[in-house]
């Protein structure tokens, strides 16, 4: 680590030390889920209980219209998996960047920023990392569901990778972008009830849209405009080997949009992350 | 194609416009050689790979909307609609495959449509209000039930003529023969009976009281026995056809429906007897019965109201009418998924697959 801090940082880096970098992040990411068992079971734990209880519950509401993808009438919890693949995501990215929070607070974070490396390809190793333990959570989630008998073509599990990458992507720079403006864990409470609930509930994942511009224009115009329904709209048509291309725009710009601000957010000179006088222009 | 194949091989040497020297010559040819099997195997896969896409085409009978619905069971598609008389309901192809016949019950009459014309041609004696009927193994003889008249018309097919009618319950509708073509059963929906007729003597031998609303009869391929749904009841009923009593029942629970939602009406059964598919009505749903234990394995979310059915020859596929929403559901039978649903005419009621 030394022999690279102490180089002509201008000489640039070789593909080498950017591969150590992010497989140093990304196992570091990995090591720390495992040992979270917890949070593996609880991210497999709540969207299995919107399946079997909420689900159960609401099987009947659909069933009355054919929406594409779907080729035939479906039933609700076939409807709302993708909706419940989408919030694994978003848990996670939220998570994800609640560590780096942590991280900031325990000093961990030091460790990262001393590297030489440039700021932004760090962030973007973090951000793969929790999209990977993303990915991890959300085919437990499938394997389950299969045996729920939601049971996409087969090649639908391959098409939806890259979707799932997208959205990961997306969710997690979005969750990184928040991060950088909270100081504290306890503020975190705070992410969830303006953050992620309404980008749920305020979404295409629990109840089609025009279900709901039926109930009222207004909140169907706020859903279309949601990033998160177009993440579950990608996510949703790559299952069943389809591309919806207006969301994978949406969701490939979003994606861009968030990790540019939460690059230039994470930048000590400029950003949120600037703390008082002292932490300044350093 | 393999012509052009060899053409554009040919070509390439004299593209400087040298003629070719021998080497080069003997070259061309094997290698026109290589591309004309090439493009010979290529030809054979494509043939090979098209092979087992066997095509069959679907008629759909549209209640209220008074035509018939022609579907292409290999793109899924709506082919044609063929205006038909007032009412139709029971529909099914000419045991040769040349004819559909479908009951236009308020123009008191079965229409005969050409299937290579795809018109209708000519028309059958039947009473009034035909609503289903049943045709012999061997095509000539053709019972109707007349639901108005409370009467089974026999026509003989080939002369296209009324040979007599057999008085049977109220409201006569399901309509089923005996692989020997020796018993002909008719269910009554208001005298909730299933009426065994010697299609000899052309007279009742026994009548089996059944759960409410007697909708549809079907007999295993093997002949041991005969499966009558009941729409009130919410049974199937398993009858031994030599006893004339019923000797099991069909049940259905679907979790968060109210049991008169529950409604069987048609009935399909595989040929090896194993699996019997039966049709909910408004509960919208297809049950997968295991035949030798009588249990429901599996209900596969269909259209609304789902009636009648129908398997393409091969087995490959059960086709299902939906009254209320006005589309057929594909159903693949192997994997026993719904696969596809298909928009139709209105109030789409029986279906029937050219054999």
Known sequence: MSSIT??????????????TCLTGIVWREGLRFLHQRERFVSALVRPLVWLFIFAAGFRQ?????????YETYILYEVYIAPGLMAMIQLFNGMQSSLSMVYDREMGNMRTLLVSPLPRGFLLFCKLLAGTAVSLLQVYAFLLIAWFWDITPPSSGYLTVLPALILSGLMLGSLGMLISSGIKQLENFAGVMNFVIFPMFFASSALYPLWRVQEGSPYLYYLCEANPFTHAVELIRFALYGQINWISLAVVASCTIVFMIGAIWAYDPSRGLARRGPAGGEG | MQAEVSDVTRRIPGRDGAPPPPLAGEVKTARGQISRMLGAASLLTLALAAAPAHAFIAYVSNEKSNTVTVIDTDSWTVTKT????????????????????????????IQVIDAKTQSVVDSLPSGPDPELFAQDAAGKILYVANENDNTVTVIDLEKRSRLGDIQVGVEPEGMTISPDGKTLINTSETTNMAHFIDTSSRQIVANVLVDARPRFAEFKHDASEVWVSSEIGGTVSVIDPKKHEVIGKVTFEIP???????QPVGIGMTKDDKTAFVALGPANRIAVVDVASRKVTKYLLVGQRVWHMAFTPDEKYLLTTNGVSNDVSVIDVAAQKVIKTIQVGELPWGITIAP
Do not use: C, H, N, W
């Not at chain 1, 102490?6 to 591969?19: H, I, L, N, P, V």
């Not at chain 1, 509401?61 to 993808?69: D, K």
């Not at chain 2, 968060?256 to 529950?262: F, P, S, T, V, Y």
């Open chain 1, 61 to 69: 509401v659909l069933g009355i219209s054919i929406i594409p993808p």
């Open chain 2, 82 to 109: 063929i205006k038909v008389g007032q009412r139709p309901r029971g529909i099914d192809f000419t045991r040769d495959g040349k004819f559909v016949m479908v009951a236009v019950g308020d123009d008191d009459t």
């Open chain 1, 6 to 19: 102490t180089r002509d940082a201008s000489r640039g880096f070789s593909f080498a030390e950017y591969m």
């Open chain 2, 256 to 262: 968060g429906l109210r049991k008169e939602a529950i």
